[in-house]
Nanobody, 116 residues
């Protein structure tokens, strides 16, 4: 079955950087687009970044554009989210997502906390 496992979260000071990883298994990774979502306390889950199956198309939420970069390594079945110039409002649980034949699959998430 589809399995997604995020890693790389943690506590970072404002202005710092983190790189999140999402290891995927149970499906043909290079066939599918991947997304990163995030959910801050008391808020709805929101799309942060999207990358197409071959990596040629990427899109970002306005709130992260210019600071976050999504990438993937199809040989390693892994998608990444490089986060720079982090702000306290980036504090959230970050989730990896894939949609296969109309079914959405999620990882357990990784906590990112931006605080001094």
């Amino acid at each position: 079955q589809v399995q997604l496992v995020e890693s790389g979260g943690g506590l970072v000071q404002p202005g710092g950087s983190l790189r999140l990883s999402c290891a995927a298994s149970g499906f043909t990774f290079n066939f599918y687009a991947m997304s990163w979502y995030r959910q801050a306390p008391g808020k709805e889950r929101e799309l942060a970044a999207f990358i197409s199956s071959a990596g040629g198309s990427r899109s970002y939420a306005d709130s992260v554009k210019g600071r976050f970069t999504v990438s993937r390594d199809n040989a390693k079945n892994t998608v990444y989210l490089q986060m720079n110039s982090l702000k306290p409002e980036d504090t959230a649980v970050y989730y990896c997502n894939v949609q296969i034949r109309g079914q959405s699959s999620w990882g357990p998430g990784t906590q990112v906390t931006v605080s001094s």
